[in-house]
């Protein structure tokens, strides 16, 4: 009993180095394939010469300048690329091939996303209405007949409120079409029409005996 207990345990154990190891080996790779950007800082270490061991920032333009080696494109390449850059680079002022150690310190910040500005289109309203005018509408919302008339105030009392007209210019021949809308009855076009960019409400004024 007391031997299968070790054996549950050393199992654990070496369940766990598989798991890390695995982590590590993962961790690696994806540091070896990310391709550096504009902002980001790298750590580098030179082995032989401590004194040339240094955090750098990629610059805008893409590059960075290390002694001995002058400006280094970074931009686009992996750690790797610029390890081995670095490391032939620096190899005539050394008697053997320097060993240069290459890491992301930091990484570029990322610029908050700008929301879409919203350009509302226009409706207008004239004729015997209380606020005559343009109506401004979020392009992500729509609105009605009925909710635009609401909207720019409600009828004046001399308003022929049987013969109101929708103005829609046809998009394919420019002619405009002109609809009519009895909000006494709910005759002619629905009180529920979506109305669209450039559509005019007219109201007009009610006739003697009307």
């Known amino acids: 009993m007391k031997r299968l207990s070790q054996l549950l345990a050393m199992t654990k154990v070496g369940l766990a180095l ?7 080996v993962s961790n690696t790779a994806q ?9 980001d800082s790298l ?10 061991s240094r955090s750098v920032l990629v610059l805008p333009d893409g590059q960075f300048s290390f002694p001995y080696v ?37 990484l570029a910040e990322v610029a908050p996303l700008t929301p879409a500005v919203e350009i509302p289109y226009g409706i207008f309203a004239m004729g015997e209405i209380n606020n005559p ?33 929708l103005r829609r210019p046809d998009p394919k021949t420019g002619q405009e079409k002109v609809y009519t809308f009895n909000f006494e009855t709910g ?12 559509d005019v409400l007219v109201v007009p004024e009610r006739k003697l005996f009307e």
Not at 43 to 51: K, N, T
Not at 80 to 94: D, H, R, T, V, Y
Not at 187 to 198: D, M, N, P, R, V
């Open 18 to 24: 598989v798991f890390l190891i695995g982590a590590g």
């Open 31 to 39: 540091a070896q394939s990310y391709k550096i950007k504009a902002g």
């Open 43 to 52: 750590q580098i270490e030179v082995l032989e010469d401590p004194s040339l």
């Open 70 to 106: 002058g400006e280094v494109r970074a931009a686009g390449r992996s750690v790797g690329a610029i390890k081995s850059e670095l490391a032939n680079g620096l190899a005539p002022n050394f008697a053997v091939a320097p060993t240069v150690h290459v890491s992301v310190g930091e």
């Open 133 to 165: 005018g343009r109506l401004d509408v979020s392009p992500r919302e729509s609105i009605t007949l009925l909710q635009a008339l609401a909207q720019a105030g409600g009828f004046t009392p001399y308003a022929a409120t049987k013969r109101i007209q």
């Open 187 to 198: 005759g002619g076009i629905s009180g529920a029409t979506k109305l669209i960019q450039g």
